[in-house]
């Protein structure tokens, strides 16, 4: 992929910047040009540019994003795809940490469905599921913290430091960072609950450190009972807390489809009234409702873009910070 030979040259740099960063036209993102110049270098000739002075291109177009971006706060909902795969976990842990480097300030919430069946299966708990929601009853709930805080969150953690960057695992419970309460329809669900409050004071300095919190969306209501909080809400409602940047959840599908029939029909950009027009009109469906309400709910509360971009690409996090084309949907307020 052209994006996999872009991103291991960014990443290969080193992650101190000891130079000022005096840039014109903040607005510019990377061009794809510059990505493609230097995972497929022309045949070298006598007067031909070097691979090094395409990796010095690369960082000079790279520059307006860093200045734009340095010190503002991404909040990406990482799951999915991504999550299953071996290659596709690497590119966003090596992403997650580019950024850090470059003076971003990434805040990763996870989930870990696909995890959690596995282990209910192997305790021979049947998983349960209701419109698409888990039915958590205790057995199932202590499963899921089980999973989700002791063993996915601390593996992302692991693989966040091993990369370079120092990560600190966190649930909503920690620092009471979230409070949870019972989701309308609890009566048939269990203890899946959504978020009650949101208390960023934990993750503050911890990002102001420089350090990439990893949060799962495990959390307790104000009795100290345990609830499964849809991984998507807690991004968006830690976002909009945090006055993050940007927003970004990735997913299994290509973005926002202008017809859910035809996947060339990509929208690369909707405001949030266009997005509510597409739900009235029935062009968005399905799974990607939560996910548009997610992202309409955090811009509404001053994050500045929210995007939902196709996980299943290499390094679609830096495809879509860093290139006009993106790796999805980008809505703004």
């Known amino acids: ?138 057995d199932t709930m202590e499963i899921v913290s089980m999973v989700l805080v002791g063993k996915v969150n601390k593996t992302l953690v692991s693989l966040i430091n091993k990369a370079g960057a120092t990560a600190v695992g966190l649930s909503g419970m920690d620092g009471r960072l979230l409070t949870a309460r019972p989701a309308p329809n609890a009566a048939d669900l269990g203890f899946v609950g959504e978020v009650a409050r949101v208390d960023p004071t934990v993750l503050r300095p911890l990002v102001d450190s420089n350090h990439i919190p990893v949060v799962t969306s495990v959390a307790a209501d104000e009795f100290g009972q345990p609830y499964n909080i849809n991984a998507d809400t807690v991004a968006g409602e830690l976002a909009a807390a945090l006055g993050a940047e940007k927003l970004i959840l990735l997913t299994d599908v290509a973005g926002i489809l202008a017809d859910r029939n035809d996947p060339n029909s990509l929208v690369q950009k909707i405001d949030i009234k266009g997005v509510k027009k597409m739900m009235e009109d029935g062009k968005v469906g399905g799974g990607m409702i939560p996910k548009v309400n997610c992202c309409v709910r955090s811009l509404a509360q001053g994050v500045t873009t929210a995007s939902i971009i196709d996980g299943r690409v290499p390094h679609s996090l830096l495809l879509e910070i860093l290139t006009d084309e993106g790796a999805g949907t980008m809505i703004t307020g």
């Open 1 to 138: 992929m052209i994006m996999a030979g872009a991103a291991k040259t960014l990443t290969n740099l080193s992650p101190s910047l000891p130079f000022p960063l005096k840039l014109h036209n903040p607005s510019t993102r990377l061009s794809h040009r510059a990505i493609s110049a230097v995972a497929n270098p022309p045949p070298l000739t006598a007067d031909s540019t070097t691979p090094g002075q395409y990796r010095v291109d690369v960082l000079s177009e790279s520059l307006p994003f860093i200045q734009k971006f340095r010190g503002k706060t991404i909040v990406v909902k990482y799951g999915g795809a991504a999550m299953k795969s071996p290659e596709l976990q690497a590119s966003v842990i090596n992403d997650l940490v580019l950024l850090s480097c470059v003076g971003l300030r990434p805040v990763m919430v996870h989930g870990g469905g696909p995890e959690i069946n596995s282990w209910l299966g192997r305790l021979n708990i049947p998983a349960v599921f209701r419109d698409g929601l888990r039915v958590t009853d205790a």
